[in-house]
């Protein structure tokens, strides 16, 4: 990575599911890389990726379906510690316990989507995050995304109405497919001036050379 184009503004385009602990971390990092770059050339846009696509619309109890897909609570218990482990190596406290329920993340990219239009996407990605990692909080249900739409400074009566449509849905599961393939296989992953494509969660130094290369250009 080693050429950028210099247009006003760089496009950083980010595919991620609001349930994935790397995704939480990488965008802490992130975040932190911009706080100390304060004049980063990055337009982020976030794009859907499911985790589980198929996962039933209420979601299911987050540790009997880890325990049935890593093979018992030994397992499970290895595979947060380490995940743990890894957070605090970049600054994370990161419990993976905490959310009690795997919800489907279909509605949740649905307000991603909207909140996009309104200017609001990065305040709501955040916000998305630190309910479901923070505060162990139901993302997908339609009260608790409408609080966090709230919080972000979107219309709750509007939104709590999209929710009960099927507003834009077919549209969300379009983009996730084609993201799939055109060669997304996990998250997250990160589309740079719609070139450079850079998977998992970047420590803030990256992201600091990466905007110290785009000034230089």
């Given at each position: ?168 849905a077919s549209d969300i599961l379009a983009r ?42």
């Amino acid at each position: 990575m080693t050429e950028f184009t210099s247009p006003t503004a760089t496009r950083l385009d980010i595919f991620s599911d609001p349930v994935c602990p790397w995704c939480h971390v990488g965008k802490l990092n992130l975040d932190r890389a911009l706080a100390e770059n304060p004049g980063h050339p990055f337009r982020i846009e976030w794009h859907p990726f499911q985790l589980n696509p198929d996962m039933p619309a209420g979601g299911v109890a987050k540790r009997a379906y880890l325990e049935e897909k890593f093979g018992g609570s030994a397992r499970v218990d290895a595979v947060h510690e380490r995940l743990r482990e890894v957070a605090r190596q970049n600054g994370v406290e990161l419990d993976p316990d905490r959310p009690a329920q795997i919800p489907n993340t279909l509605d949740a990219h649905r307000l991603i989507h909207w909140a996009g239009i309104e200017g609001l996407q990065q305040e709501v990605v955040t916000r998305l995050f630190q309910a479901y990692w923070d505060e162990g909080r139901d993302i997908g249900a339609a009260q608790v995304l409408a609080d966090i739409a709230a919080g972000a400074g979107m219309d709750k009566a509007a939104v709590l109405r999209l929710l009960a449509s099927d507003a834009d849905a077919s549209d969300i599961l379009a983009r996730d497919e084609d993201a799939r393939r055109k060669g997304v296989s996990s998250v997250p992953t990160f589309l740079i001036s719609q070139h450079y494509v850079v998977s998992g969660a970047q420590p803030p130094e990256f992201w600091g050379n990466v905007i110290r290369e785009i000034a230089k250009s």
